[in-house]
């Protein structure tokens, strides 16, 4: 257990609906960041946060996919109007800006399926 | 942003030494070597990292050539837990926020 938690774990919806994802970083890490990773395939970078601010997106984020830290702890990941092709793994992961090591610490994912 | 090579999966028996390889031929001066590894149905973990020197941590130890364009990571002596797949990143400077993943090498211990 990395300290950095995610809500759900597992995600099962129907093609056109939306689905709200949560994360809780490590509670001093003031950096959040967002991945997605499909089968065979390492972590894509989507998104990330310097507290409430997103400081960086993808061009994988597309306009469906919002991300928003409000308080600069937890973060949500919504995707609007999912598709197929939205079924992967969403991971979160956090750091303290200015630690030596740079060290992201990812939480668990939350796996999605889209059918 | 700079690339990186590495062999698809390797195999290794359990309390022997695993070397994996990693090629990244077009990093930049400042670029830093990360490695990271995913173990089954868990999000990545952080494993070493380096510049130009070699470095120890209790996980592993990283080699990196003295051109740089390439590195190896060690593992002194392999465990089943060890089994993962293993990601070696560039950095594009000291904080590095983007991760770039390739597919890593898949790494199977055997009893």
């Known amino acids: 257990d990395t300290g950095v938690s995610q809500d759900p774990r597992h995600k099962i919806t129907k093609r056109g609906q939306n689905v709200t994802f949560r994360c809780d970083p490590i509670?001093?890490?003031?950096?959040l960041y967002w991945y997605r990773q499909t089968l065979g395939q390492g972590p894509e970078f989507l998104t990330y946060?310097?507290?409430?601010?997103?400081?960086?997106k993808s061009r994988l984020l597309s306009d469906r996919f919002s991300a928003e830290r409000p308080k600069g702890s937890f973060s949500t990941l919504e995707i609007q109007r999912t598709e197929q092709g939205d079924s992967a793994m969403y991971l979160c992961?956090?750091?303290?800006?200015?630690?030596?090591?740079?060290?992201?610490?990812f939480g668990p994912g939350t796996r999605l399926t889209v059918l | 942003d700079a690339k990186t090579t590495q062999p698809n999966s390797m195999e290794s028996n359990e309390e022997e030494p695993v070397h994996l390889p990693c090629n990244h031929s077009?990093?930049?001066?400042?670029?830093?070597i990360h490695w990271y590894r995913q173990l089954p149905s868990q999000g990545p973990e952080y494993v070493i990292h380096?510049?130009?020197s070699n470095v120890n941590n209790r996980m592993a130890s990283l080699a990196i050539a003295e051109d740089r364009k390439s590195s190896t990571l060690i593992l002194h002596r392999a465990t089943l837990r060890d089994a993962a797949v293993y990601y070696c990143?560039?950095?594009?400077?000291?904080?590095?926020?983007?991760?770039?993943f390739g597919t890593g090498t898949r790494l199977q211990v055997f009893p």
């Open positions: 946060f310097q507290n409430e601010a997103q400081l960086e």
């Open positions: 077009t990093i930049s001066g400042t670029d830093y």
């Open positions: 380096g510049l130009t």
């Open positions: 509670s001093e890490h003031n950096r």
């Open positions: 990143i560039l950095g594009t400077d000291y904080n590095t926020d983007k991760l770039i």
């Open positions: 992961a956090s750091r303290l800006q200015g630690v030596s090591n740079n060290e992201q610490f």
